[in-house]
């Protein structure tokens, strides 16, 4: 499962890549990038877009049990960030979207994106280059139109806020040992830490989540076992992207999204470009402080919330869904839902520590103690309706 140095069938070619451990370090996860030097000198960038759905996903990676990692897998998974650190500075600079379809030099990309003198630029651009991000022709440097997509604008296919949030996430990471060593108690206010501004990175944050929940939101609803309901409460519901795919997967029902103010502007945005503001109901609130709206909700989607709570606020949200929620109606939770071991899936192990860093008291929790925390406030038959290894297993349970 990882990509090493490898040969053409023909012995034509000599193909390199990242070990796919390294691909899922925060931003190289973007792009497996790949260098082909032909037998005559050419170097061709070749450049292939991973699917949106396997972003972030460690599914793959060799367990364990399967292969003990020798020093030299140490070594490379260890210098994994170095092709990170790379890409995230060149989004920070907003060097892909000053960029654009133009071929600029080091020297006249400088001062539009801001920095002083061209000696770094360079040594960033050409670092890109041997990426496969940019290309370069003397002294002048061009995106190619797959790469300008994903990382120079917003928009379908893009990819730009979730590498600005990877690169967020990477700088909080610097301070785990540190976390750790304190006590274990991080932060939800780290991750808004780059160059561009704390209301700028909030923005990444929504519109990152859109990134990643949008090309799989359908696949997983339809494969959600027993998922029913007439009215979708979305409770935290970010850019909208699982009520609106519910909607189109379900074309009598309605729904009611709720979030903070500014969270619900953007996904009104959302819902009314595709066409379903009649269809939706918006509420603004704080799910922490305030009751959730009593619509008469049959299925209350509660999507990546539950990892950055404790048990005790878990139970807190559990409940004020439980109140709203129509009887015989359904709670569904999606995300990392951990062995009892809680050392697989890898992950859910990775994202717990992402959660001791970036959130006060957040975690991944097991079946059972989902369990014990639903029945807690009510509810009954709770069981995992749809495995994953990743973020979207979902949890159902009923209220009698």
């Known amino acids: 499962h990882r990509l090493w140095l490898a040969c053409s069938a023909r012995k034509q070619s000599v193909f390199y890549a990242c070990p796919m451990d390294l691909l899922h370090t925060p931003s190289s996860a973007l792009y497996v ?3 082909q030097h032909d037998l005559l000198g050419l170097s061709v960038p070749l450049v292939s877009a991973c699917r949106k759905s396997d972003l972030f996903s460690y599914a793959e990676y060799p367990s364990p049990e399967a292969k003990p990692l020798a020093a030299p897998d140490i070594v490379n998974l260890v210098r994994g960030f170095h092709p990170s650190a790379v890409v995230i500075a060149a989004v920070d600079l907003e060097l892909f979207t000053t960029l654009g379809a133009e ?3 080091s020297a006249e990309l400088a001062p539009r994106m801001g920095c002083q003198g061209a000696r770094g630029v360079t040594i960033l651009c050409d670092a890109l280059v041997g990426l496969g991000l940019l290309t370069k022709s003397g002294e002048r440097y061009s995106a190619p139109e797959s790469v300008r ?3 120079g604008q917003r928009g379908p296919g893009s990819v730009l806020a979730l590498t600005q949030l990877m690169g967020n996430v990477y700088r909080t990471w610097g301070q785990l040992a540190e976390i750790v060593k304190g006590g274990g108690r991080g932060s939800s206010e780290l991750r808004f830490n780059s160059i561009r501004g704390k209301e700028k990175d ?6 990152a989540m859109s990134n990643l929940s949008e090309p799989e939101a359908g696949k997983v609803l339809s494969t959600v076992r027993g998922l029913k309901g007439n009215h979708f409460l979305d409770v935290g519901c970010g850019p909208a992207s699982w009520a609106l795919a519910y909607l189109k997967q379900n074309p009598n029902a309605k729904a009611t999204l709720f979030d903070l103010p500014h969270v619900v502007s953007m996904a009104e945005k959302r819902i009314n470009a595709a066409g379903l503001g009649s269809r939706v109901a918006l509420v603004s609130g704080n799910f922490y402080k305030d009751p959730l709206p009593s619509v008469g909700a049959d299925l209350v989607w509660v999507s990546a919330i539950a990892h950055q709570n404790s048990r005790e606020q878990n139970r807190e949200l559990f409940g004020k869904v439980f109140a709203v929620l129509a009887p015989g109606g359904q709670i569904a939770i999606r995300d990392h839902v951990m062995e009892e071991s809680r050392t697989a ?7 717990a520590v992402n959660m001791l860093i970036n959130s006060e008291c957040g975690n991944n929790y097991t079946l059972l103690e989902y369990t014990e925390d639903l029945m807690s406030v009510g509810f009954a038959g709770v069981h995992i309706a749809r495995e994953d290894p990743r973020m979207s297993a979902v949890i159902l349970a009923t209220k009698p």
């Open 33 to 35: 990038m790949v260098l």
């Open 103 to 105: 071929a600029l030099s």
């Open 149 to 151: 997509a994903a990382l």
């Open 202 to 207: 909030e923005e990444a944050f929504i519109e």
């Open 345 to 351: 899936p890898l992950d859910g192990v990775l994202f």
